[in-house]
């Protein structure tokens, strides 16, 4: 549908969108598949595991970085409207997608390096069970992820809450449906708590470890869909089907869908 319509690659906002969209379904997709490998013990070579898990986890670390941008052009686009154009122009709004990729690359990186320099060469010749601690067991590695993730909580966390807060003020003294500005603010709030359980996943496993004592593929199952699913299913419905634009557009691709459909029969 949105190859149809020119708007959605012209405004900031959707293609913000549209690379959010395409990067959580190559996380889940390949997020399901390592699970999947995972839970019936499927043993594959350390090149192979090294592409899934390293695209896998640029894709995680992509969303969080992603939703911030586009809280940000949102704050822009409400607080600061006579801006707005000349500060999100397509050309900045691509270059901003390509500093999210390069920071979850220098985010990510350095495990590849570590385990390059540190484990021996059998070690890269060897099958296993894939999964990020297997395909690189230093110990250093968690501390460095455990200080990373600490650091792009709070760096996110307070853009995030400032511009959610401003926009919920100046929406409530330009319209008079305020109720509609807090709802939609609140669900966006509800997205990026969902989307910053990328930053607590070990504390977050470990939680859920203790509510499956006795099943620890239950547990792993559970972590998977809080972690992984939760958040990215209802992106959608949060940037997309709410949003009016979108929606327009959408009822009048599934009217034209349905007519075709009546005219073929």
Partial sequence: MISKYDIFYLNPRYILFIHLVVNDMIQVMLSLILFVMSANLHKISFSICCIIILITLFATENTPLNVACMAIECYIAVCLPLRHSRICTIMKT??????????????????????????????????????????????????????????????????????????????RAASKDSKKARNTIILHGFQVLLCMTTYVGPQLLVVVQRWFLLNYFDSMFAYYIIVHVLPRSITPIIYGVRDETFRKYLRRNIMCECSFTKITR
């Fill in 94 to 171: 691509l270059m901003l997608i390509g500093l999210i990729w390069v920071t979850s690359m220098t985010v990510v990186l350095p495990d590849l390096f570590v385990t390059l320099v540190t484990e021996p060469l059998d070690f890269f010749h060897s099958q296993f069970v894939c999964n990020r601690v297997n395909a690189f067991p230093n110990t250093i590695l968690d501390q460095k992820r455990y200080i990373i993730h600490s650091v792009f909580l709070v760096i996110i966390w307070f853009p995030i809450f400032y511009t959610y807060f401003r926009i919920l003020f100046t929406a």
